[in-house]
């Protein structure tokens, strides 16, 4: 699309960015959708940079705007999760969003939009890879391997935990991807997926079924 490809050249990928001791507040991006239906709830939920706890959370319930297409995801759930963190009242250092960066077939994805748009820096960590190809790393937590789209490294294949599936970490805007697997590290101690994704998560999940419980429509 024009505005991902117009967009692209803002990207900072060079960092190196806040590494983890430079960063206070971390917040986790998510969207969650009603079974079968548009209606969505973003979440973006900041938590502690130190202890992992949770600072703050900012729900925004709404519906989608914009078609599901493959690629374009971002252009349905930007809106809601800049909605969503127009209410924190906690600046976050570092935005992480469940999903791509550069790893998108545009080089583009929902994380580099986020970022671009907001100047706050931003990575991706996906559960599964959207694009490009890679070599299965080691089993140890920490063992990588890069992801690669078209000859280009746009990505990391990280073990967050020994011989469990590893997570697809890329750059979203200002940082660099080897300060970007450090961070998916130090927010991933005991689980596959970082905290700040399950945080956001469960956030989006408890407010669709209480909007659920309550019958209210929209």
């Given at each position: 699309?024009?505005?991902?490809?117009?967009?692209?050249?803002?990207?900072?990928?060079?960092?190196?960015?806040?590494?983890?001791?430079?960063?206070?507040?971390?917040?986790?991006?998510?969207?969650?959708?009603?079974?079968?239906?548009?209606?969505?709830?973003?979440?973006?939920?900041?938590?502690?940079?130190?202890?992992?706890?949770?600072?703050?959370?900012?729900?925004?319930?709404?519906?989608?705007?914009?078609?599901?297409?493959?690629?374009?995801?971002?252009?349905?759930?930007?809106?809601?999760?800049?909605?969503?963190?127009?209410?924190?009242?906690?600046?976050?250092?570092?935005?992480?969003?469940?999903?791509?960066?550069?790893?998108?077939?545009?080089?583009?994805?929902?994380?580099?939009?986020?970022?671009?748009?907001?100047?706050?820096?931003?990575?991706?960590?996906?559960?599964?890879?959207?694009?490009?190809?890679?070599?299965?790393?080691?089993?140890?937590?920490?063992?990588?391997?890069?992801l690669v789209l078209d000859g280009d490294v746009v990505g990391r294949v990280l073990?967050?935990?020994?011989?469990?599936?590893?997570?697809?970490?890329?750059?979203?805007?200002?940082?660099?991807?080897?300060?970007?697997c450090r961070h998916a590290l130090a927010l991933t101690p005991r689980y596959r997926?970082?905290?700040?994704?399950?945080?956001?998560?469960?956030?989006?999940?408890?407010?669709?079924?209480?909007?659920?419980?309550?019958?209210?429509?929209?």
């Amino acid at each position: 699309m024009a505005t991902q490809d117009r967009l692209r050249p803002l990207v900072d990928a060079t960092g190196p960015g806040p590494g983890p001791d430079e960063v206070r507040r971390i917040a986790g991006l998510d969207v969650a959708y009603a079974e079968d239906s548009d209606r969505l709830a973003a979440a973006v939920v900041v938590l502690d940079a130190g202890t992992l706890d949770v600072v703050e959370r900012s729900v925004v319930l709404g519906e989608a705007q914009f078609p599901y297409v493959p690629g374009l995801f971002a252009f349905r759930e930007l809106p809601s999760l800049l909605a969503a963190l127009d209410g924190l009242e906690t600046p976050p250092d570092l935005l992480v969003c469940d999903g791509q960066g550069l790893a998108h077939p545009r080089r583009f994805g929902l994380a580099c939009h986020i970022g671009v748009h907001t100047g706050i820096p931003s990575i991706g960590i996906g559960k599964t890879a959207f694009v490009g190809t890679w070599d299965p790393p080691g089993p140890e937590r920490g063992a990588a391997s890069d992801l690669v789209l078209d000859g280009d490294v746009v990505g990391r294949v990280l073990r967050t935990q020994r011989d469990v599936k590893p997570v697809f970490v890329s750059v979203g805007h200002g940082l660099d991807l080897d300060t970007a697997c450090r961070h998916a590290l130090a927010l991933t101690p005991r689980y596959r997926l970082p905290e700040t994704t399950r945080a956001a998560d469960s956030a989006c999940r408890a407010a669709l079924k209480a909007r659920a419980a309550s019958g209210t429509p929209g």
